[in-house]
């Protein structure tokens, strides 16, 4: 049975690989402040919204950006390495840049468009149009 290493995957045991060298070799760290990176995000909707949490702890609202274009919004994060060098030579946590998008659907009432960044996490909120919105019917 064949079975597929996901993108998250590869680019883990990638990660774990340099890593692994830089410990026995003890080669520079990467810089990772310039990666782009993709966030964890859960994707849902209701009734009357769409609605994305986007997992982005460390990340300060004003490193946050989000633009509308006609058919898509994206949202741009970054996330500083600290000032402080703690000395460590394995790091898990990954800096730099945080890029997500998604389509602008029909049904979308964009310019009512809402995000809030807290506890590490960007809620965006997204109203449906009123004539999209499931309604029931009265059979006469």
């Excluded at 064949?2 to 990467?30: F, P």
């Excluded at 989000?66 to 790091?91: H, M, N, Q, S, W």
């Excluded at 890029?99 to 449906?128: N, R």
Aim: contains cysteine; negative net charge; aromatic residues 6%.
């Amino acid at each position: 049975e064949t079975k597929m290493i996901s993108a998250q995957m590869l680019k883990n045991i990638t990660q774990l690989a340099s890593a692994v060298a830089n410990q026995i070799y003890g080669t520079a760290e990467t810089d990772h402040a310039h990666e782009e990176l993709t966030p964890p995000v859960d994707a849902c909707h209701d009734d009357t919204s769409y609605i994305w949490r986007i997992d982005l702890p460390g990340v300060a609202k004003e490193d946050t950006r989000i633009r509308v274009e006609d058919d898509a919004v994206f949202v741009t994060a970054l996330r500083k390495e600290p000032e402080v060098d703690y000395g460590a030579k394995t790091c898990e946590v990954e800096y730099g840049t945080f890029q997500y998008s998604f389509d602008v659907q029909q049904d979308m009432e964009i310019k009512g468009l809402h995000a809030k960044l807290a506890d590490g996490v960007l809620v965006i909120t997204v109203p449906k149009k009123a004539d999209a919105v499931g309604r029931t019917v009265v059979v006469e």
